[in-house]
């Protein structure tokens, strides 16, 4: 019979203390994030200095200047106004009939230049996609990109140039019979020109986004569109337009955002007083009122309501686009 023994450790000799239990790593103190990298990428975030001291200098400084909207302003006293005046200057353009004239005509102009305008660049970016002559879409791109590189003023005077009485547009309908048309100086041509010209002048600029987002989508879609026997036609609509809908989603909202912001420069050109009942827009309103009538405050309350309602604008669309399509801007 058997019995297991314990050996007993031999006199002298000491048992191993027990290991101590494992101790967590202490990190030694490194610097957050945006610190590593700023030590790191120094000179690269040293370029977006100017920038920022632009968009502070001149888009968020000027922010403080809207308390005068609520303040009486009198030019040559204190920069912030002189006393408050609460919703005075609101309630002013509010019941005024001029200023909602004004207001149908900035959302005409407005909702024409968007319907026409937006669509052009991406229908002409379609088109160059498909051309296969290197030469032929060098041409079109060079000669659709030159009008956005014209000074607006340049761009007023060549339109005013060819609607006028004795210009080219008018000798044409002049060789068909037509008596010669005031197209500058008639309310009811004021929105077809400016869209015209809008179009002119940014229609082919735009397409460089939708060239480049083009240029993203997969060639295996395309040939697995074609492999299923999709002509041209589909192979657009079901792999062309969707790869480039985040871009299209994307310069949509912006739109969206600056809907109410009709170019100032390009109207005051174009308009004259007998164009004002479809001409006059909020900003040539604004300028009219605030700089040739010294009515600052009133300027200002009409400002800040604009400005309003294009945070408004810009908010929903987002939210929508991110709720229906999935793709949004933040």
């Keep these: 019979m058997s019995s297991s023994t314990t050996s007993a450790p031999s006199p002298g000799t000491q048992e191993p203390p027990p290991a101590p239990p494992p101790r967590r790593r202490t990190r030694s103190p490194s610097p957050t994030g945006w610190r590593r990298a700023l030590r790191k990428d120094w000179q690269l975030y040293s370029l977006a200095v100017l920038p920022?001291?632009?968009?502070?200098?001149?888009?968020?400084?000027?922010?403080?200047?809207?308390?005068?909207?609520?303040?009486?302003?009198?030019?040559?006293?204190?920069?912030?106004?002189?006393?408050?005046?609460?919703?005075?200057?609101?309630?002013?353009?509010?019941?005024?009939p001029t200023f909602w004239q004004v207001f149908r005509n900035t959302l005409w102009i407005g909702g024409l230049t968007?319907?026409?305008?937006?669509?052009?660049?991406?229908?002409?970016?379609?088109?160059?996609?498909?051309?296969?002559?290197?030469?032929?879409?060098?041409?079109?791109?060079?000669?659709?990109?030159?009008p956005h590189f014209l000074s607006i003023v340049i761009v007023a005077g060549i339109t005013m140039q060819m609607l006028a009485t004795d210009g080219p547009v008018n000798h044409i309908l002049g060789w068909f019979g037509h008596d010669p048309v005031r197209f500058i100086q008639e309310?009811?041509?004021?929105?077809?020109?400016?869209?015209?010209?809008?179009?002119?002048?940014?229609?082919?600029?735009?397409?460089?986004?939708?060239?480049?987002?083009?240029?993203?989508?997969?060639?295996?879609?395309?040939?697995?569109?074609?492999?299923?026997g999709a002509n041209r036609w589909r192979q657009i609509w079901h792999v062309t337009l969707p790869g480039i809908r985040p871009t299209m989603i994307t310069l949509l909202i912006l739109n969206i955002g600056t809907f109410?912001?009709?170019?100032?420069?390009?109207?005051?050109?174009l308009y004259n007083p007998l164009t004002y009942p479809t001409a006059d827009v909020i900003s040539t309103y604004l300028y009219r009122t605030g700089v040739e009538s010294n009515s600052f405050s009133y300027a200002a309350a009409i400002g800040l309501f604009e400005a309003v309602i294009g945070l408004v604008l810009i908010t929903s669309a987002n939210q929508l686009s991110r709720r229906t399509v999935g793709t949004s801007l933040w």
């Design 260 to 269: 109410l912001a009709v170019g100032f420069e390009k109207v005051l050109l």
């Design 52 to 96: 920022l001291l632009f968009f502070l200098v001149f888009r968020y400084l000027p922010m403080i200047g809207n308390v005068i909207a609520f303040r009486r302003f009198e030019p040559g006293g204190s920069i912030l106004g002189e006393y408050w005046v609460g919703l005075r200057y609101v309630e002013m353009f509010l019941s005024d």
């Design 187 to 228: 309310p009811d041509w004021f929105r077809t020109i400016y869209v015209g010209s809008e179009i002119w002048q940014t229609a082919g600029w735009g397409t460089i986004l939708y060239l480049a987002a083009l240029t993203t989508i997969d060639e295996d879609l395309y040939e697995a569109a074609r492999i299923d």
């Design 114 to 146: 968007l319907v026409f305008c937006f669509p052009v660049p991406i229908v002409l970016a379609l088109l160059l996609n498909e051309v296969r002559r290197r030469s032929l879409k060098r041409f079109v791109q060079s000669v659709s990109y030159l």
